[in-house]
């Protein structure tokens, strides 16, 4: 076997954010700032980039990163010069931001680039150089491989991949998740714990991501609920911000499962959080894959990989899969997680949902292959969370 592994270079700590203007400086000098909704949130960062920056060209991303508006924020970009980017935010903003620097050094059609709904064709040229600011604890989309857009044209979200999208460098500072509310600090992390434990039971699993997985699992076990309980609590925050940044790292080196193969046309059907359908789905999915590979492949080592889960989740040396799925189905309770009616699906949505979620990339990670049946009877058990 032979296992390959690409990352970011990462700076982590209290405080860590003051390094990301200087080293975004030696970077480039005319710097795209990708920022949410809230641009004034980040009044900090932009002055220190102007004072280390020729010019500063700024974008603010208002929810779902959609392909036309990538599409046009790229072309105004690269018309303003730009040769770095900084993007500070949620997975979004963070998603937006590798997008931008992908096609601000590839003309052309953004559907070039695109899986699924696109012609998923390589990157011709280099992504500009790019600073990743965290703001949550949830997708790691500081050190992953792939940008997720909304194409409306097609009702569904979808990645821009390369290996060459991983930021230059991730600068993840626990501090700038404390004003993070309750629901959201707990949906992200909910997507992170998804992230850590899909890639653990993948066929792609290696020990290069093992230990990874191994070490986030148990620290968003311990610290999820607490982070939920008191933002300001930074040894809980830390702990996430650790485990989302470990998720990422894994996932772009291994492979994701069911739970974001629903989660990609899920997103785009609802418009609803993708941390929150996450966490809907999760003990759903563990529960089918379990008891799927029990009746078809009793010897899989995914089997194994569950027990040591349960394991990881629970820290008693005595747990099985099953105390695994009980574990996330009593977190979920415990943070108040709606189920997917809450969040707007509807029963007579299930079949063309279930279609879609099959024909995901992320579904192909998962340990053991799923059936229409299967897949639906997931969604409905997840209706009601």
């Known amino acids: 076997m032979t296992y390959s592994f690409f990352t970011a270079g990462v700076v982590f700590g209290v405080g860590a954010r003051a390094e990301a203007p200087p080293r975004a400086a030696r970077l480039g000098r005319r710097c795209l700032l990708v920022t949410g909704s809230r641009p004034e949130r980040c009044a900090w960062l932009l002055e220190d980039l102007r004072a280390v920056m020729e010019d500063v060209f700024c974008v603010s991303v208002c929810g779902e990163p959609d392909t036309t508006f990538i599409s046009g924020q790229a072309e105004a970009a690269r018309q303003a010069g730009c040769e770095v980017v900084v993007a500070v935010g949620g997975g979004s903003v963070i998603d937006a931001g590798k997008a931008l620097a992908a096609l601000v050094g590839n003309p052309g ?138 998720s990422g790292m894994a996932l772009a080196n291994a492979r994701l499962g069911a739970v974001h193969g629903f989660a990609a046309p899920l997103g785009a059907m609802l418009g609803a ?48 899969a099953d105390d695994g799925v009980r574990f996330v189905r009593e977190m979920c309770a415990d943070l108040d997680v709606r189920g997917l009616a809450d969040l707007g699906l509807k029963a007579e949505q299930i079949p063309a949902a279930a279609a879609k979620a099959a024909q995901a990339s992320s579904m192909k990670g998962n340990p053991v292959a799923l059936d229409q049946d299967e897949l639906q009877n997931i969604l409905r058990q997840a209706m009601a969370g």
């Open 273 to 320: 959080a993708h941390g929150e359908i996450c966490a809907a789905l999760l003990p759903h999915v563990m529960d089918a894959n379990i008891s799927a590979l029990r009746h078809r492949a009793p010897g899989h080592p995914s089997l194994e990989r569950y027990d040591d889960t349960a394991r990881l989740l629970t820290g008693r040396p005595e747990a099985g």
């Open 109 to 246: 059609d953004l559907f070039d680039y695109l899986e699924v709904v696109g012609r998923g064709l390589p990157l011709r040229h280099l992504p500009l150089p790019m600073v990743a600011l965290p703001t949550t604890a949830g997708t790691g989309a500081e050190v992953t491989a792939n940008a997720v857009l909304l194409s409306p044209a097609h009702g569904v979200k979808v990645s821009l991949r390369s290996p060459e999208l991983i930021p230059t460098l991730a600068v993840v500072d626990p501090e700038l998740a404390v004003s993070l509310p309750s629901r959201q600090t707990a949906a992200s992390g909910m997507d992170a714990l998804t992230q850590l434990l899909e890639c653990f039971v993948s066929h792609a699993a290696s020990p290069l991501t093992d230990p990874l997985c191994r070490d986030g699992m148990t620290r968003a076990a311990r610290s999820l609920r607490r982070a939920v309980a008191d933002g300001t609590d930074l040894r809980a925050r830390s702990d996430m911000a650790l485990a989302a940044l470990f």
